[in-house]
């Protein structure tokens, strides 16, 4: 069992940045792949970023690529999400997600993830 404490949201203006941190217990963190979902009010989840569970690889939403970066610390059991250039668009619930990964292959469907916190609220406004 793991358990997933997001922090680090917040209200920022059009153009600033936050960093979101995500806290996993568990002694088996660098087992897992890590990734950020986010669902904005009357819309559905959707794929932020995710994180091998080496931190090799890393796939971004078009929506985001350039803009955000996703990093983890295994020593730390934590995981990150950097978000620059921010725009009103990015406003949601941000949610990290944890799934056991096997071999090479890196999920980024919701559907794949098992675990999940209870999210931080970005507000972006313009």
């Known amino acids: 069992q793991v358990q997933l404490v997001e922090s680090g949201g917040g209200l920022v203006q059009a153009g600033g940045s936050l960093r979101l941190s995500c806290a996993a217990s568990?002694?088996?963190?660098?087992?897992?792949?890590m990734g950020w979902f986010r669902q904005a009010p009357g819309k559905e989840r959707e794929f932020v970023a995710a994180?091998?569970?080496?931190?090799?690889?890393?796939p971004y939403a078009d929506s985001v690529k350039g803009r955000f970066t996703i990093s983890r610390d295994n020593a730390k059991n934590t995981v990150y999400l950097q978000m620059n250039s921010l725009k009103p668009e990015d406003t949601a619930v941000y949610y990290c997600?944890?799934?056991?990964?096997?071999?090479?292959?890196?999920?980024?469907?919701?559907?794949?993830?098992?675990?999940w916190g209870q999210g931080t609220q970005v507000t972006v406004s313009s």
């Open positions: 994180i091998s569970r080496s931190g090799s690889n890393t």
């Open positions: 997600a944890a799934y056991t990964q096997t071999g090479d292959s890196l999920r980024t469907d919701g559907r794949a993830y098992y675990f």
């Open positions: 568990g002694r088996t963190f660098s087992n897992y792949a």
